[in-house]
């Protein structure tokens, strides 16, 4: 296994950036949230998935 310092600079961006979504996502999941928000955020997620679905189709 590669020590942190061996590890390639897109391998470390990728850590980095995996961290910050993590601690992203813990900071929302506490935050309370209005239902209309939730709505939206649920909407989207399926607009995201279904243009997911398009693309593999292509």
């Not at 590890?7 to 990728?14: H, I, L, N, T």
């Not at 999941?29 to 209309?36: F, G, I, S, T, Y």
Request: proline share 5%.
């Amino acid at each position: 296994m590669s020590r942190p310092s061996q590890r390639d600079p897109v391998s470390q961006a990728s850590l980095g950036i995996d961290q910050e979504i993590a601690s992203l996502l813990r900071a929302i999941e506490q935050e309370r949230v209005p239902d209309r928000l939730t709505k939206l955020a649920i909407e989207l997620q399926n607009a995201l998935i279904e243009k997911r679905r398009c693309k593999k189709e292509s």
